[in-house]
């Protein structure tokens, strides 16, 4: 998603949108998103919400959280749709509340960030500017933890600080005897976060893809064997090559960042059954690539998925070419590998060219082969810090 760097000054007689040019540094960008986040929390901290705004909040991270993503909620579901989570149908929403109307929220939390906007007259930009590309940027928020709230405490509110931080100010607000309303600044850190409400404002990386939901989810492999006659492939075996389930041992970002997103790559040759090197050309590989989103809260915890990776998994395939990368964005490249076939005991390598991004954490990259997978009906190992679980079925 192209990122629309929005800076909003906050507390003053005018608030100034500007838009950042895409060409400027790296450098120059994240600190503009810092500053930005922060003026983004401090914006919502003096927003005048009631139970029903945070209950909108909890029932869109809630949503989120059950499509298999993290506890986030989305500017652009925030300001187009409220209370629905990413990867819901647009007009879904959590479960049943009385402060709903048939058509959704009372007051959503967009009538009081439009009430802010026209309370702090622009000197550049219409509302509408400011409403459309605060709904066309990446920041959300995210609430770690979520299902620990006791659905009336208000939530600390604070940002990511970039570069890895810990730990960070927020903004609690608190009401003194005569109605004031008191916004003081406060120590956050995921201990804290573990206690007490806390929203994280940061920005959405996992949204434009579709995750594998967690627990017994079903993945069919993309792309399959091409051959010249259905009596080759009528041949094959067809076991299947499944992960049983994953395990992180480590989260591989700040807690501000929120969830570890890992995408598993397996690159291999379906239903290879060629009896001569001339049909070895009558076969093209497939690579089968899905994300998992893990939750902080789940580290060294086993999770049981139920993915084919390989759907015709034949006798003379030798070796799958095998990925896991932690998504951290940047430039897309590839890994340029091979799977291995065999064809009358010799081994023949198939060519594949499988993407990922330049900045992603690469967990593990090599081949496996079928052996490996054979040993047991169900076969472990550790790949980096995550350890996976397979059947060969």
Known sequence: MKRLFLTITLLAAATACQLIDPENSTRNNRRIEDDNLQKLARMFAELPMDGG??????????????????????????????????????????????????????????????????????????????????????????????????????????????????????????YLEDGTRQIDSVYVDESVAMERPVWVLNT??????????????????????????????????????IMKSFRMLRNYDSWFGGASEFFIKCGSVEGFNASTEAELRLFTPSVTDFMIVVKRKYVKKELPFEVILVSDFSQQLDKVAFLVTEDDGGTRTSWKCQAMVKIQSKSYGIDLDIPYNEKDDIVWRGQLSARFF???????????????TFELE
């Not at 054979?374 to 996976?388: A, L």
Request: aromatic share 10%; proline share 5%; hydrophobic share 30%.
């Open 53 to 174: 705004h945070l209950l909108e909040v909890h029932d869109a991270v809630e949503a989120s959280s059950g499509n298999g993503y993290d506890e986030e909620y989305t500017m652009d579901r925030l300001l187009t749709d409220p209370g629905a989570g990413v990867g819901s149908a647009s007009g879904s929403k959590g479960g049943p509340d009385t402060k709903r109307t048939a058509s959704g929220y009372a007051n959503p939390l967009r009538n009081l960030i439009r009430e802010y906007f026209e309370a702090h007259p622009v000197t550049k930009a219409s509302v509408e500017d400011m409403m459309e590309q605060l709904a066309a940027s990446d920041y959300q928020l995210y609430w770690p933890y979520s299902e620990e709230w006791d659905g009336e405490t208000y939530p600390i509110i604070t940002f990511d600080p970039g570069y890895g931080a810990e730990s960070n100010y927020g903004y609690a607000v608190s």
């Open 204 to 241: 959405n990386r996992d949204s434009g893809f579709s995750p594998v939901d967690l627990f017994n989810t079903v993945l069919p492999s993309r792309g399959s064997a091409a051959t010249s006659s259905g009596s080759i492939a009528a041949a094959s075996s067809h076991r299947k090559l």
């Open 374 to 388: 054979e040993e047991e009906d169900y076969v472990t190992g550790r790949f980096g810090d995550v350890i996976i």
